[in-house]
């Protein structure tokens, strides 16, 4: 499985943006990029997936590199609520339905 | 409006004696998983359901099995557990395929005495 690298922690203001780097140099041509988060004391939840193209929805924004080789999800305004440890996960297209969680960034968020 | 529902949140076994899990759902998801955290470590996937269709992770142990009677309800049983079991255990649904996100239940968090 092709493998990810993230900061263990990074700090934010409230009200700022933030951006979560995340490296996937072996990256495969089927690999979807995930990110998940986790809230302290509550399971994973959903944050945003690409392939190839920036990705936007309601929580996030996705900036894939062109060469897919690294991938920056955006918080455009942190909030107190933001703060969790952010999992940037590959999914092989090819292999289903499978979520396999590396290290993951802790974004502490300070008022 | 809960989706994925685990019961208990909070469990207490001893040493040896079998535990049961429960995980239900409300999103009539093909998928369901079972995932294993210990503390300060990332959720580690144990085993899924496809439908019927089990699937165990090659580094689950032996000691950990898992049932689905039906679409809405997956259990995690651990027939003897050990001090080393201890951790939340996350149950989550999704459709089938990569597309599609999975949603997780609270957890249970298992403590072992």
């Known amino acids: ?25 072996t990256i495969s041509g089927t690999d979807y990029i995930h990110w998940y988060r986790q809230l ?34 955006i918080l455009h305004r942190a909030t107190l609520r933001d703060a969790a440890v952010y999992y940037c996960i590959l999914r092989d297209g090819g292999a289903g339905n499978m979520l396999t969680f590396g290290g993951g960034t802790r974004l502490m968020v300070k008022p | 409006d809960a989706m994925v529902i685990q019961n208990p949140r909070y469990q207490v076994t001893q040493f040896g004696k079998p535990v049961t899990l429960s995980c239900s759902q409300t999103l009539n998801h093909n998928v369901m998983y079972w995932y294993q955290q210990k503390s300060s470590q990332a959720p580690k ?48 649904t999704s459709r089938a395929g990569v597309f599609y996100e999975q949603y997780f239940g609270p957890g249970t968090r298992l403590t072992v005495t």
């Open chain 1, 40 to 73: 302290p004391s509550q399971g994973p939840e959903y944050v945003i997936h690409g392939l190839t193209s920036n990705v936007n929805n309601r929580m996030a924004s996705l900036a894939i590199a062109e060469d897919r080789k690294s991938s920056t999800l």
């Open chain 2, 45 to 92: 996937l144990l085993f899924h359901y496809y439908d019927k269709d089990f699937n165990n992770e090659a580094d689950t142990p032996d000691n950990f099995q898992s049932r689905r009677p039906n679409t809405s309800f997956c259990f995690l049983d651990i027939r003897s557990p050990g001090l080393g079991d201890a951790a939340m255990y996350l149950c989550a």
């Open chain 1, 1 to 25: 499985d092709a493998k990810t690298t993230q900061p263990n922690s990074m700090e934010s203001n409230e009200e700022e943006p933030v951006h979560l780097p995340c490296n996937h140099s």
